[in-house]
């Protein structure tokens, strides 16, 4: 299965308060922004043009691997959503 199959089993319930939150002073000074290669649901974008990082959270999939692959730990906050929120998988 890949990832576009699998966002076929999963559903989201979005809370409007972001679980992770970036400082973009850091990713705008990062070399190398990991995030935007290993995030499977692509929640992090860099704009050249803009030096700029863009994150939409409410796709995650709280897989974790950004929080694994920020070496520059770009977070003022990562955490998983609250009780009754983000992402539910459905395998069946
Ligand atoms: Fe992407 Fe996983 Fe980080 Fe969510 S936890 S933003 S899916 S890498």
């Known amino acids: 299965m890949n990832i576009d199959e699998l966002f076929d089993f999963t559903s989201f319930t979005i809370d409007r ?9 850091v990713c705008k000074s990062c070399d190398i922004r990991g995030c935007t290669n290993c995030c499977p649901a692509r929640c992090y974008s860099w704009s050249e043009d803009d030096q700029k990082m863009t ?3 409410d796709g995650c999939l709280e897989c974790g691997t950004c929080y694994v692959v920020c070496h520059r730990n770009a977070f003022t906050r990562w955490r998983y959503p609250r009780g009754g929120f983000g992402v539910a998988y459905r395998m069946t």
Do not use: G, S, T
């Not at 308060?17 to 002073?25: A, F, G, K, N, T």
């Open 55 to 57: 994150f939409v959270y």
């Open 17 to 25: 308060e972001p679980h992770i939150v970036l400082d973009p002073e």
